[in-house]
């Protein structure tokens, strides 16, 4: 489809300018269409890279390098080593709906609510997001909003997910573009809703540790668990949410510890 028909499309090719980042994705321009990479390969030369045609893409953004299964596209574990061409601008929205689906729609619709094009951004809250839920995710309305900050940020964390999260709780700020990605994030995902259940099962645990800690020894844990976040096991499977030493429980686990001892959190993080 023309992008003079597609005005998504065309805002986006309007955007490019010579080239624009993409989360972990470098859209170039060229003489002859446009051309894709991943950030880390931005200086490579291009007979270094793997050639693949845009229907290729959907399968390599499937795993990462160690062959584990992405459930989040939009995580920043894409893989590198690839060059992409494609020589019109409907070629570029396929291969860029294979790399991250929607991403193109979504970012035009909060292009435009931001150009007052529209009267309101489409974004879900969490509060109204969770209060469709039936069944199973049903309780996650039973976070507080302390606690539903805690767990949107150690699930939304940069470390897992380049969306721009514009839905929020109260207190809870939006990302911004900067630290995040150009691509938005309009309501709760999947995996997200999931980790919110689970945070509700652990605060509806009978039994509770107390534990008496010094400043020094809080953040000795928060170093500790900065480094399990930082450096999963390889076999770790990113949904795998029932696991201990899952990243995002681990970041979770950071954020309570950091809410009871902040001093000690922003030593930890120097």
């Not at 624009?20 to 880390?40: I, K």
């Not at 035009?108 to 879900?124: D, W």
């Not at 900067?178 to 309501?187: D, G, M, Q, V």
Request: net charge positive; hydrophobic share 45%; glycine share 4%.
């Amino acid at each position: 489809m023309a992008a003079v028909n597609h005005p998504a499309l065309a805002a986006f090719c309007a955007a490019i300018g010579s080239e624009l980042l993409l989360a972990q994705v470098l859209v170039r321009r060229q003489p002859t269409g446009f051309e894709l990479r991943h950030a880390s390969d931005r200086e490579a030369g291009a007979d270094t890279l793997r050639l693949v045609s845009a229907s290729e893409l959907r399968a390599l953004a499937n795993h990462t390098a160690a062959g584990e299964f992405r459930p989040i596209k939009a995580a920043p574990n894409l893989r590198a080593g690839w060059l992409c061409r494609v020589a019109s601008d409907a070629e570029l929205e396929l291969a860029l709906n294979q790399l991250y689906p929607g991403a193109l729609a979504d970012w035009f619709a909060i292009a435009q609510a931001e150009r007052g094009s529209t009267s309101r951004a489409p974004v879900t809250h969490y509060r109204e997001f969770t209060m469709r839920q039936t069944g199973m995710y049903r309780i996650t309305t039973m976070l507080t909003d302390a606690q539903a900050q805690q767990v949107i940020r150690a699930c939304c964390d940069a470390r897992f997910c380049l969306k721009r999260r514009l839905w929020t709780v109260d207190a809870l700020a939006p990302d911004t573009a900067a630290a995040k990605s150009l691509i938005p994030c309009l309501e709760p995902c999947a995996v997200l809703l999931e980790f919110a259940r689970k945070a509700v099962r652990v605060e509806q645990e009978e039994a509770k540790a107390t534990l008496t800690l010094a400043p020094s020894e809080v953040a000795s844990l928060l170093a500790a668990l900065e480094t399990a976040v930082a450096r999963p096991r390889a076999s770790q499977r990113e949904a795998d949410l029932a696991a201990a030493d899952n990243p995002r429980r681990l970041q979770l686990l950071r954020e309570k510890l950091q809410g009871f001892a902040p001093v000690a959190g922003a030593d930890a993080k120097e």
